[in-house]
Structure formats: C-alpha cells, structure tokens
C-alpha cells in the first residue's frame, strides 16, 4: 500500500507539470518517498484542522518541488481539491508555482528564493522554544511542537542557509529537522563544478547532529532516521542520498531538474510505477488508507492537547481566553502607546525610540526581537528583559549576530507563529536582507524593521556606511510602509500605527539630536501632514523627511523674515501611507499649481511624482564621503545654508 500512495503522489505531481506544461518533476521523482515516510509516520498534523496551534511545522524549503507538495497533500486529506491539483500554476487556485503562505492549506510559510525556507523554520522552532518556556503546567510544555523542513542543494548553497544553520546550533534548537535530497545535480549540472564540501562534516561544526541515509527509496531507513532525530539534543541534519528524476529516461540529470517530462517519458514512467495511465488518475483506495492512517495516528494527541490547553486556560489564566489571543491571530486592537514628552526634548530618534520599545515591551507580552550585533549602536534592547539562549528561552531580547539575511528570514517564521517581532541594523544594510523583507510583505506578515544611521550625517564611517538608495528601494516594496519620523511625537504615532498594522513595517532612524517639532501624532496614520503653515499667502511648499524636516522649518522660518517667502512644510512620515489617502486629502496637504520642493538626504528617485521639475529635487544622487559630519554634510550640499540657498535660488 505504501509504494501504491507513492506512486500515485508521484503521478499526480508528473501530470500537474505536463498540464500546466511548467514546474520541477526531478524533485517529484526523487523525493516523494521522504514526503510520504513524513507525514505518514511522523508529522503531527490535522489536516480537518490545518491550523491547529500546536501541529508540527514543515516547510519546503526547496519551494519548487511544490507540485510534490500539494499531490500529497491532496492524497492525505487537506483542502485541496483534483480540480486544484488540474490548475497547478494557475490563478485563482489552491496551487501556485511555489508555496505561498495564506493560499493553500498546509503550508506554513511562501518558499522559492532557496535558503529562506531553512532560515524560517529556524524562526518557528525558536518560537517553540519561546512558547514552551512561556506556557506549561507544572514544567509540562503546553507547546511541545517540531518542525521539520525539506531542502536541496541549492538551499545550502545560499549564504542565508549557513547563517541560519549557525545561529539554530548555537542555541540547540532541538526541536529542528532538516532533511536534505541529496543528489548532487542542480539546475545547470552536477553539483561537483559548484558544491563539493562535505555537509555533514559542516553540520557538525555548528553543533548540529547528523545522520546519513544512503537509500532515498528506502522508506524504513527514512524513519528510523527521523526516529533518531527526534531524540536528539542537537537540531539535527538528515541527508538523504536520492536520484533526481529516478525512473525518467532522463534521470540523473540536470535536464529532469526544471522542464515537464516528454509523453512517452511520462508512459514508460507510469508502467514503471504500475499505476493506471490515465491523467489525474486518483487510487481512492491508497488515499483512503493514507488519510486513515495520519487521522489514526494523531487523533488522541490531538484531543489530549485541546484538553490539556484548556485545563490550562482555567488553571493559569482563570478562564481568560483573551490573555492568549494572540496565539489564533484574532483581531487585537492594541492600545495607543501614550508618553508625554518634554517640549525641551532633544535627542536621536534611535534613543527616543529605545524608550518607546520599552514601553512596548511591558505593554505586549509577545514583543520580540533583537538585533544583527548592533543593538547598542540602534538602541533596539529591551532592558527589563533576559536575553533569549541555550537553556533559556523566557527573555525578550535575541542575538542574531552578523545574520542580516537569516535575521529577517527568521523574524518571518516568528511572525508565523503571532509574535509582533522587530529586527534591527544600520539603515544601509537592509541591502543584506531585501529579500526576507520582500517575502515578509508578500506574505503580508507584521514584521517591523528598525533601521538606524539614516544619512550621510552619520559622517566618518565613509560612504560605505551611508544610505544614498536604501529609502527609495525600500519604499517600492508592495505591501509595505516605511516610516521616517521627524521627532519623538512623530515616532510615537509610528509605533501606534505599526501596532495594530496588518503590513511589513519599516522605521527608519537617525543618530543625531532633533527637537521636539510643533508635530502631531495622529496624523502620522495619513503619512504626511502640515506641520508648518504659511502665513499669510501660500508662494511654495517644502517636502521633508525625518530630521530635514527640523531644517525645513527653520529655514521658512528664516525665509519669511528675510524675503517674505510664505513657505508651507509638510513632514512626509511615510510616503506610502500618504499615497494611500484620498485625493482630497492629498491635495489639501499638496495642492496643484505651487512649487513644491522635496528635502531629503537620499536618492531622488521616487520624489518627481511630487514636483514639476527635477531641480526641485534637493537630494543625494551620488554616494558620500569620509569626514566629520559637519565637513560631509557641507561638501555634499546638505548642510543648513546649502540647503537654504539652494531653495533661494529656486523661489527668487
């Protein structure tokens, strides 16, 4: 029977790709016996309840092996359909291209950009860990979960992979199984021209257990291995050596890796498998027993933990559902953070917003994070809080060390988990982790994003170490908004905002004193508002960001005494905000037919859609320079008078 769901999770997979004439069958060929051996025998899943708190996690890493996925998962029982499975790769249905959290029951997190996959489910058994220190009766753990993942070459090929690896061994994350397909062919041929250190011997170095099963077809050695593994004190490694592609004409071959099989491929593949040859051919028999048996082997533990999750509730939270809300992704309305600051207030917006975390931290039982080895420079620690280490998951505060990738990949599978998670690091290296930030936002998880030393004006530390683009790359990211508060008030309503935002946020901050601003922080939810009105009658109106906007005013200010210049000046918190609002609003805080000039020390691309011309653009097109601050700003332009006469010239 066991052969019988494999071959026909296979031959569903086989037709998907030749239907959709699109996908990965070298995976489907090689791996399927690994799936099923899984989550037939050890993964701690309901799929009539798919988002059972306590089930085990398993992510694919190598996400293109996704029509391996929803074959079987359509073959043991979760919602997805024989009509979702005919429309792999199409819109509209439970199986896209690669998994893609939030679409299809079952997976955990969107995979594809290989190497991520590994690094979030680092992220959730690190949040097992925490929720295991956090609830338990009498030192029972109420969340006694593990996760496994599937990978490939390719996902540890990727840096991201070994800054993960490093970081779970570190803290024995021993609730953590990687299994790798190993069969040493990638996309463009055998993995011997690109890849050929010994994984296990790096496995071991980073504290991990590692165990060799030279048989991927081999179903018994598969268990026993994952037997073993889930023993372990270590997170362990279990290679699987496999065939890509086994039992195609071309197997074993870089050729079977990425392109659909050719019909006669397909029929001598099905004779091999002694399965029926008809496309989509289901075995109800072999489904049947395979739904059977998962629902057989988990039904009591299932039960026994709603049981054991309610005595729980009754006994440590006196009935109170509420306190544990969080964990179901309900709706939380989180009350606005409320500091009255001092008017005479004058200092970085990273140490004002090290208060400001604090106050979060006490506020929210479930605020994490932690920084890539820079918390002391981005002030992002919270300081009423253990450090979270080996043998002592119950604190707040998480070292990632110099893991800008795995950090925000990480953060991902935390975020999975309802923690309200932030990472931390310079502003101009979000480049390292642009692509855990993207899948953040594509899979619209409430990740915050904190990033320090915003400008040029950070000085010494040379251009290397100065933001020019990070803005403007940042800001395009779909489903994200970017803050980039002027002041304490405007950082305040940031944080109020980002609270109880469903989105990826990303704040933005400097190093270097501002004062309190006559500032709102309210309307930090519209993006952008008034914060210095004209006078009289409206001649132009300056757009600024961040501690420009303190500049800004001072020289309307200075340009109203001297020339009669009427300036408005608008702090832009969050373009991406602002663009959300409705015209009206737009046009009564920017309206047509004035001129409008943009202060921003950074690129000006994404800025023209607010001016008429591009010399309004007071920006920074080219990269910076080492020197004391004062010397940078003035030998870029962007010191006070620089600015301001740059301004004259424009309005005189």
């Known amino acids: 029977m066991e052969q019988r769901i494999i071959s026909n999770i296979k031959s569903l997979a086989i037709d998907m790709i030749d239907k959709a004439n699109s996908g990965h069958p070298g995976i489907v060929l090689g791996a399927s016996p690994i799936l099923y051996t899984l989550y037939s025998k050890h993964l701690n899943v309901n799929p009539e309840d798919h988002n059972w708190i306590n089930r085990d996690r398993f992510v694919l890493s190598a996400g293109h092996g996704s029509a391996m996925l929803y074959s079987n998962m359509y073959m043991s029982g979760f919602d997805i359909s024989l009509e979702d499975l005919k429309n792999f790769r199409r819109i509209g249905f439970k199986t896209p291209g690669h998994p893609e959290y939030g679409i299809t029951p079952g997976v955990e997190i969107s995979t594809g950009p290989l190497g991520q996959g590994i690094a979030s489910a680092v992220g959730m058994a690190l949040g097992a860990k925490i929720l295991n220190s956090k609830y338990n009766n009498d030192k029972k753990p109420l969340f006694d979960f593990k996760v496994y993942v599937l990978c490939g070459d390719g996902d540890l090929m990727e840096g991201i992979s070994y800054e993960a690896i490093s970081f779970a061994g570190n803290l024995k994350l021993d609730n953590l199984i990687v299994i790798y397909d190993s069969n040493k062919i990638s996309l463009d041929g055998e993995t011997d021209?690109?890849?050929?250190?010994?994984?296990?011997?790096?496995?071991?170095?980073?504290?991990?257990?590692?165990?060799?099963?030279?048989?991927?077809?081999?179903?018994?050695?598969?268990?026993?291995?994952?037997?073993?593994?889930?023993?372990?004190?270590?997170?362990?490694?279990?290679?699987?050596?496999?065939?890509?592609?086994?039992?195609?004409?071309?197997?074993?071959?870089?050729?079977?890796?990425?392109k659909p099989l050719s019909k006669d491929d397909i029929i001598q593949l099905k004779n091999k498998l002694n399965i029926n040859k008809e496309s989509f051919y289901v075995d109800h028999e072999a489904r049947n027993s395979y739904i059977d048996n998962i629902k057989n082997r988990v039904a009591d533990k299932y039960y026994e933990w709603q049981f054991k999750f309610n005595e729980y509730v009754e006994k440590n939270l006196n009935g109170d559902y509420n306190k544990i809300d969080y964990l179901f992704r309900k709706n939380i309305e989180i009350e606005n953070i409320d500091i009255n600051f001092d008017n005479n207030l004058n200092e970085a917006t990273r140490d004002t917003n090290a208060r400001i975390m604090n106050e979060i931290a006490d506020k929210i039982d479930y605020f994490i994070g932690g920084s890539a080895d820079l918390a002391s420079s981005t002030k992002t620690y919270l300081k009423n809080y253990n450090d979270i280490k080996i043998d002592d998951f119950s604190g707040k505060n998480i070292w990632f060390g110099v893991r800008e990738h795995a950090?925000?990949?990480?953060?991902?599978?935390?975020?999975?988990?309802?923690?309200?998670?932030?990472?931390?690091?310079?502003?101009?290296?979000?480049?390292?982790?642009?692509?855990?930030i993207r899948l953040s936002s594509l899979m619209g998880l409430p990740v915050v994003y904190i990033f320090s030393h915003d400008s040029i004006d950070i000085g010494e530390d040379g251009p290397t170490h100065q933001p020019i683009e990070q803005l403007a790359m940042l800001r395009s990211i779909p489903n994200t908004n970017v803050f980039r508060p002027a002041d304490a008030n405007e950082l305040l309503g940031s944080w109020n905002y980002i609270l109880n935002s469903k989105k990826t946020s990303i704040l933005v901050l400097g190093r270097n004193q501002t004062p309190i601003l006559k500032s709102s922080t309210k309307d930090v939810s519209k993006g952008a508002y008034i914060i210095r009105k004209e006078k009289n009658n409206l001649h132009a109106i300056i757009i600024s960001t961040g501690s420009e906007v303190n500049k800004s005013i001072l020289i309307a200010d200075e340009l109203y005494e001297k020339y009669k210049l009427d300036i408005r000046v608008v702090s832009m918190v969050s373009m991406n905000l602002f663009l959300e609002q409705s015209k009206e609003y737009q046009n009564s805080i920017i309206p047509e037919g004035?001129?409008?000039?943009?202060?921003?020390?950074?690129?000006?691309?994404?800025?023209?859609?607010?001016?008429?011309?591009?010399?309004?653009?007071?920006?920074?097109?080219?990269?910076?320079?080492?020197?004391?601050?004062?010397?940078?700003?003035?030998?870029?332009?962007?010191?006070?008078?620089?600015?301001k006469e740059r301004i004259i010239k424009l309005l005189m």
Not at 422 to 431: C, H, K, M, N, Q
Request: one cysteine or more.
């Open 407 to 436: 950090m925000g990949a990480i953060l991902n599978g935390l975020a999975t988990l309802n923690f309200k998670v932030f990472g931390s690091t310079f502003l101009v290296f979000s480049d390292y982790l642009k692509p855990a």
């Open 193 to 258: 021209l690109t890849f050929t250190e010994n994984v296990i011997k790096r496995f071991d170095s980073m504290g991990w257990k590692t165990i060799l099963v030279e048989d991927g077809e081999n179903i018994d050695l598969i268990d026993q291995a994952i037997i073993k593994a889930k023993k372990s004190k270590k997170p362990t490694l279990i290679e699987v050596r496999t065939v890509i592609g086994r039992g195609s004409l071309i197997e074993n071959s870089n050729q079977i890796h990425g």
């Open 594 to 643: 004035y001129r409008v000039i943009v202060v921003e020390p950074s690129t000006s691309f994404g800025w023209d859609k607010f001016v008429y011309s591009e010399k309004y653009l007071i920006c920074l097109d080219k990269f910076g320079e080492s020197g004391s601050k004062d010397e940078v700003l003035k030998h870029m332009n962007f010191d006070y008078n620089s600015i």
